[in-house]
């Protein structure tokens, strides 16, 4: 069975950093591409990152994220560093196949980051 | 960035009846579009993705069809266990976005 299961949210204040982690099982990790994507509270999705042919940000992220994967342990990364109250939201890892195809199928069940002094 | 629009915010339908979501796209993405399924306390799930194909497991009820900037999601006989919010999201290009969802709920 395909899974993920990110770890690492918690409560932080502004300008603190985090790094979430997903593992991932049940598939070969290296033939597919993977994403965060967030969900602010009561609020709908919002991709911030995909490690694919190369890596790619939200504008609202980039600078401040890094994303990055662990072929061996089958783990990827969000390193978050500057971290704004308008970031608190769940975050989701999610699988997508590689370029031109980015939907994303599974995702996990979401780590919770709330940024708040 | 190419902005997603989804229509209606809110759909409430009798069970058994059909349910027709919109997703607009404000440029051409072909049919490098999915939809997803969110319940309360739950991770989205994938139901279609290039506008029309259902993803594994996913109930021949939900269909898609679209190209370009407009697309549909179709249940065709409203289950219970329907009750959700629905996304749209376009891959075509970077970067990728999502529709704001529509609320589907029974009447």
């Known amino acids: 069975e395909v899974q993920l299961l990110e770890s690492g949210g918690s409560l932080v204040q502004p300008g603190g950093t985090l790094r979430l982690s997903c593992a991932a099982s049940?598939?070969?990790?290296?033939?597919?591409?993977m994403s965060w994507v967030r969900q602010a509270p009561g609020k709908g999705l919002e991709w911030v990152s995909t490690?694919?042919?190369?890596?790619y940000y939200a504008d609202s992220v980039r600078g401040r994220f890094t994303i990055s994967r662990d072929n061996p342990s089958n783990t990827l990364y969000l390193q978050m560093d500057s971290l704004r109250a308008e970031d608190t939201a769940v975050f989701y890892c999610?699988?997508?196949?590689?370029?031109?195809?980015?939907?994303?199928?599974?995702w996990g069940q979401g780590t919770l980051v709330i940024v708040s002094s | 960035e190419i902005v997603m629009t989804q229509s209606p915010a809110t759909l409430s339908v009798s069970p058994g009846e059909r349910a027709t979501l919109s997703c607009r796209a404000s440029?051409?993405?072909?049919?490098?579009l999915a939809w997803y399924q969110q319940k309360p306390g739950q991770g989205p799930r994938l139901l279609i993705y290039?506008?029309?194909t259902r993803a594994t497991g996913v109930p021949a009820r939900f269909s898609g069809s679209g190209s370009r900037t407009e697309f549909t999601l179709t249940i065709s006989s409203l289950q219970s266990e329907d009750c959700a919010v629905y996304y749209c999201?376009?891959?075509?290009?970077?970067?990728?976005?999502f529709g704001g969802g529509t609320k589907v709920e029974i009447k």
């Open positions: 999610a699988r997508s196949r590689g370029p031109g195809e980015h939907w994303f199928d599974p």
């Open positions: 290039a506008s029309s």
């Open positions: 049940g598939f070969t990790f290296t033939d597919y591409a």
């Open positions: 440029q051409n993405v072909d049919v490098a």
């Open positions: 490690i694919s042919d190369g890596t």
């Open positions: 999201q376009q891959y075509s290009a970077w970067p990728l976005t």
